[in-house]
DNA sequence: TTGACAAATGCAACTAAGTTGCATTAAGAT
DNA sequence: ATCTTAATGCAACTTAGTTGCATTTGTCAA
């Protein structure tokens, strides 16, 4: 696992302790293919039988935030989501129905000529976008025809 | 104002009766040209010496949302913004020091050309996307130079 | 114009997601 | 093994929104 010995690098480049919290993170965020919330981090604790405050959870992913090992994404709820920034620039087809998460690569040539022509015209300096879509994955479809 | 009339219109139409909120309501969306959030309207209540229950404008939002008179923006924060549907598909800047938003046509052809392939590949129903434009307005831009 | 009645509103209490301050615990350097 | 300070736990709080039920108020029919 790349990705493991990648974040503990991190962790340790950065003066943090290697506590059984950030173990548990490097594991969730490694295994997880999907954006994670602090529920679903929670959760994995309570699963494994390993107790934690939810204060130590949302700060340990305050601080993930800050060094970059990973980034916020918001499906338009009210529950903020993470995943590992070090898996690039992505964006999201989420299903309505069971909440299914896939990555999808977005060719971004179309909008980032549209984002420099408005730069100009607006006077607006862009610095990110958010574009995710939305609909039924192919089993919710199926389902949805009877 | 056209606006107003069409708004009246719909609320009439489908039977819902003239109270004082309902005509803020209208005042409100009208004047707006942003997103509005429910503390936003709770405000123009105070700032009018108008007495109003957040509850009842929550559950007014909610009907409106159903009759599809306004629909939910979310921007990367925590609080729901609503806006008139009639103004048509839009995307929007937000400037991330001001909260300043404005209004932007984004051609979709590219985007909708891939949603298509997507579509056929992953066997995913496409229903909508949210894309919004996060950077800095002329004026804070300008003065962050210093 | 006046009742009647459902729609609309107010109120209080609640939930979910996240935050803060301060006391306690435990990594890991010495 | 000890010491320092990062990390954690706990309780209380905040913000945004929700729910159930009692009260008020538009509107229509008489």
Known sequence: MKEKEALYQVLRMNGLR?????RVFV????????????????????????KVNKTTVYREIER????????????????????????????HLVCVECEH??????????????EKKMSQE????????????FGLCAQCRAEKCF
Do not use: A
């Open 64 to 91: 993930w935030q800050t060094l970059h090992i990973v980034s916020e994404v918001l499906f338009g709820e009210r529950v903020s989501r993470y995943e590992l920034v070090l898996r690039g620039h992505h964006h």
């Open 27 to 50: 594991e969730l965020f490694t295994r997880n293919k999907k954006p994670i919330s602090v529920l679903d981090i929670l959760d994995e604790f309570r699963r494994t039988r390993q």
């Open 18 to 22: 290697l506590t059984r919290t950030r």
């Open 122 to 133: 607006k006077k607006f300096t862009f610095l990110r976008h958010s574009l995710e879509f």
């Open 101 to 114: 998460v896939e990555e999808v690569e977005v060719n971004e040539r179309d909008l980032h000529c549209q």
